[in-house]
């Protein structure tokens, strides 16, 4: 089965086959949010999946706060959780075909699961989704994968897709990742 597809991850999601949840917000995203002053930026979680950052954004009170996931599963169970999302804000879709423009652009888990030929596409469709001086933030693997998903990667891997697209890319080794991903993590940060 072809592991970019909605049944796939669809698949995945009913066996419980979701190790790349950790229950909760990735503690280097939440440390960027809670620095934010603006709530009222336009944000896009791509790869959501339970949309645990999401939910914690909503719940700080930011208001313009977009999730999109290929498979609807973990839609589903996010809308069960948080009640008083804006529905027209959860999008059930491929990213890839995804129109939109936005302040901000959350990178969870999104990347280490697509196959790497689309990682410049990727870098390329972000780059379209923002608007002029909007930001990419989030975590990438600092590490290797001999099978996936996930696939990880070094951090010049990483440089040379999206140094083409961006005018400052900023990738750093998390300090404050979760144990289980300690020394493993890069936290990043694009503008475009």
Known sequence: ??????????????????????????????????????????????GCGYGHEAEYLFKSGFSNVHIIDIAQ??????????????RVNIHLGDLFTHNGSYNLIIEQTMFCAINPFLRQSYADKINSLLK???????????????YGPPYGGTKNEYLVYFK?????????????????????????????
């Not at 049944?7 to 419980?16: A, D, H, M, P």
């Not at 190790?19 to 896009?44: C, H, M």
């Not at 990742?177 to 020394?183: G, W, Y």
């Open 1 to 46: 089965m072809d592991h970019l597809s909605k049944e796939f991850w669809s698949l995945r999601y009913q066996n419980k086959e979701t190790g790349w949840d950790i229950g909760e917000i990735s503690t280097p995203i939440k440390a960027y949010f809670d620095q934010i002053e603006n709530k009222e930026i336009k944000v896009l979680i791509p």
């Open 73 to 86: 599963e973990p839609l589903i169970r996010f809308k069960d959780r948080n009640k008083d999302y804006p």
């Open 132 to 146: 002029p001086q909007g930001k990419m933030i989030g975590v990438l693997f600092n590490r290797e994968f001999q």
């Open 164 to 192: 083409k697209k961006f005018s400052e890319v900023m990738i750093e080794e998390c300090y404050n990742s979760i144990e289980s991903r300690d020394n493993s993590e890069f936290f990043i940060k694009m503008i475009k």
